[in-house]
């Protein structure tokens, strides 16, 4: 049943990924294309808006992808999976805090732990950017349309614009410069 198998596979994802979105679009990546729910460019398009619309990356990417695959109720279902560990795991770590916050065992864990999120991270910029830049190679002016977006993006960083103005810059040159492509 489809159904539960999104409910599984996103609390799977839910469960065993630390350090957020990000850190989740490895494992996303790889649930959703082995079970051939999205093709990879499918795939970037969804993080895409998932990273563009209000809200966390992760509970907006299993929605979508929920719904892609099984309708409202599918992304019901990825939503949930995706957000019941994070609750689960939060209310236990809210009631045992005080007891372990000077442990030495649990700072060491933290510490390895973040050095494991900068890795996700690391890889789904990798995975992200093989998957959009493949795809532009094969097109030259595409290619070049995606450095020239990445450059007025990179300027906009170090003018330290406003994250939502970058966004809305890029989708507007995206649609400008698309169909003459």
Same mark, same amino acid.
């Given at each position: ?15 065993? /990924? ?15 294309? /082995? ?13 895409? @808006? ?39 795991? @939060? $209310? ?34 990798? /995975? ?8 532009? @190679?094969?097109?030259?002016?595409? $290619? ?20 939502? $103005? ?13 169909? $003459?492509?």
């Amino acid at each position: 049943m489809i159904y539960l198998k999104l409910f599984l596979t996103f609390f799977k994802i839910g469960a065993f /990924t630390f350090g957020g979105g990000y850190a989740m679009i490895p494992l996303i990546q790889q649930e959703v294309l /082995t079970n051939e729910w999205l093709s990879g460019e499918e795939l970037i398009d969804v993080i895409a @808006i998932s990273e563009s619309t209000p809200g966390p990356l992760a509970v907006n990417a299993s929605t979508f992808v929920g719904m892609q695959t099984a309708g409202v109720f599918g992304a019901f279902c990825a939503t949930l999976g995706v957000v019941l560990p994070s609750f689960i795991i @939060i $209310l236990i770590v809210a009631r045992v805090f005080d007891k372990f916050q000077k442990s030495k065992v649990v700072n060491g864990a933290m510490l390895g732990l973040k050095g494991a999120v900068v890795g996700l991270i690391g890889a789904a910029v990798l /995975t992200t950017g093989v998957t959009i830049f493949g795809s532009a @190679i094969h097109n030259g002016r595409e $290619l070049f349309a995606i450095i020239f977006l990445l450059a007025g993006l990179a300027f906009g960083l170090k003018k330290k614009m406003n994250p939502i $103005l970058l966004i809305v810059i890029s989708a507007v040159v995206g649609i400008i410069v698309k169909p $003459l492509l």
